[in-house]
């Protein structure tokens, strides 16, 4: 008859898929221990942990009818049969305690357990002793063999995986919280919906990777929030993160922004400038707005992403640099591409992945989170920590179609909180019409008025979009920002 007690290669299996699947340490050192204790017929088992600080051992697991009891104590490493595995990393196999110099009487006698046969085993992770495994007794009556302790050395090694994963992912959740911490809630990214979910989900599987990454979607959707993420998450987290947007400098101070220049490179260059690639060496480079770069700086940028290597301008020194390039555009870039303004090379050395924020009109369930989270900011930096928001006001924003994003319902709150006298924040302190920007299917209107209320409505849809920003604003439009301005003061728009 087969004995049902023999260790099986199954119940190994079964515990490797426990250590993929649980990520509890206790509870998966328990689910290790009973099963050992199980498997070799013991009457009892105890898995100790070493605190190396202070050389003791303490009991993590045990199993038997005196569990409870045995883990009010300690043993010195070095003392008992335990604290010597712990001491010297070798294995024991004691058949007769009693004939045992070394065996620590102490524990068995206060707990009142008649103690015969121990098998002990050291845990080690990356070489180092954690902690030891040890079974007493076999319930049959029979000592510990040879075959026994090399099934509970198994046991160990598979304890002190658990153990590596379990602290891993202590120190994983530790750096979480300190990022958190690190970036505030300027930093932040709000939103629970699916949209957004499986947006960061992406940015998690890339943080890890060197590989180019570029991020795209509508103005004020927090592309650079996302590019933080990325960032923080990966294993460049501890260098520095550079940003630069290229719509806000024209070609020849964004080239000295990002490469820098040498004494005398050109008149009034006094001394030698660092730029961006070599502050970012070993971090990451954002470049926010790539589509707006110019084609000539587009070559210059697609060689330093070729080769690592660029010049200061007036050097002749070639400059190595290991840069993580992250880009972000709120342009259609491949429309970009096929109509000739981005170099189609340049797109492919960018776009290795590309992540897409999604626009606030498709993530409704997260726009009363994200209200409530500017509200309790703004109320506090005014002096108005117990404003809330009606229901009313969260219809409207509900219904509103977002064309600026986020920035555009972040400056909403503010002025709300800023402008509102009340105790909680109404319709009527947002900046936001109801369906301003839908489609009016009015037809008494005369023609005149219909083109007026349609220019109305765009012009304020593309000013949200840009974040207020009249020049970005007016290059959108194609028009001159001074007749923006003026169509702005036509239309009375705030």
Request: charged share 30%.
């Amino acid at each position: 008859m087969a004995d049902t007690n023999k260790p099986s290669i199954g119940h190994l299996r079964e515990i490797h898929h426990w250590i993929s699947s649980v990520y509890d340490l206790d509870q998966l050192l328990e689910l290790i221990t009973v099963t050992a204790t199980n498997m070799m017929n013991a009457t009892a088992s105890s898995l100790l942990l070493l605190d190396e600080h202070h050389r003791k051992l303490f009991f993590k697991v045990a199993t038997g009818e005196k569990r409870d009891d045995v883990k009010k104590f300690e043993i010195d490493v070095g003392k008992g049969i335990a604290g010597t595995v712990a001491q010297t990393g070798e294995a024991l196999l004691i058949e007769d305690v009693h004939k045992e110099p070394r065996w620590y009487r102490e524990i068995s006698e206060s707990i009142g357990f008649d103690t015969r046969s121990i098998a002990c085993v050291p845990m080690k992770v990356n070489g180092n002793i954690v902690g030891v495994v040890e079974v007493i007794d076999k319930r049959d009556g029979s000592p510990f063999c040879n075959d026994d302790l090399k099934i509970l050395s198994a046991f160990a090694d598979l304890a002190a995986v658990a153990i590596a994963k379990a602290t891993r992912f202590e120190k994983v959740r530790k750096e979480n919280r300190s990022l958190r911490e690190q970036i505030g809630s300027n930093y932040e990214i709000i939103g629970e919906s699916p949209a957004l979910t499986m947006t960061i989900a992406d940015a998690f599987k890339v943080a890890n990777s060197d590989a180019t990454t570029l991020i795209v979607g509508e103005s004020g959707t927090g592309k650079e929030l996302l590019a933080r993420l990325i960032h923080r998450a990966g294993n460049r987290k501890d260098s520095a993160m550079i940003a630069i947007n290229c719509a806000a400098l024209p070609e020849s101070l964004l080239e000295d922004e990002l490469f820098g220049h040498e004494r005398g490179a050109y008149t009034g260059a006094e001394g030698r400038k660092v730029g961006k690639f070599e502050l970012s060496d070993g971090g990451t480079l954002f470049l926010d707005e790539i589509g707006e770069m110019s084609t000539s700086m587009q070559a210059k940028l697609l060689r330093v992403l070729q080769e690592g290597v660029f010049y200061r301008i007036g050097g002749t020194a070639p400059i190595s640099v290991d840069v993580r390039v992250l880009a972000a555009t709120n342009k259609n870039i491949e429309k970009e591409v096929r109509e000739g303004n981005f170099r189609e090379d340049l797109y492919y050395r960018l776009n290795v992945v590309q992540l897409r924020m999604p626009p606030l009109r498709d993530r409704k369930e997260d726009i009363l989170l994200l209200s409530e989270h500017f509200l309790h900011r703004f109320g506090q930096e005014s002096g108005r920590p117990r404003l809330t928001l009606s229901k009313t006001a969260v219809d409207l924003m509900t219904e509103y179609h977002w064309p600026g994003n986020i920035r555009e319902l972040k400056n909403a709150i503010e002025r709300a909180v800023v402008m509102g006298s009340g105790k909680e924040i109404l319709p009527e302190d947002l900046p936001i019409e109801k369906k301003v920007h839908q489609p009016s299917g009015d037809t008494s209107m005369r023609l005149e008025e219909a083109v007026h209320r349609f220019k109305k409505d765009f012009i304020a849809s593309v000013l949200g979009e840009c974040g207020g920003n009249r020049t970005h604003a007016a290059k959108k439009l194609g028009i001159q920002r001074t007749y923006l301005s003026r169509l702005i003061k036509q239309y009375d728009l705030k």
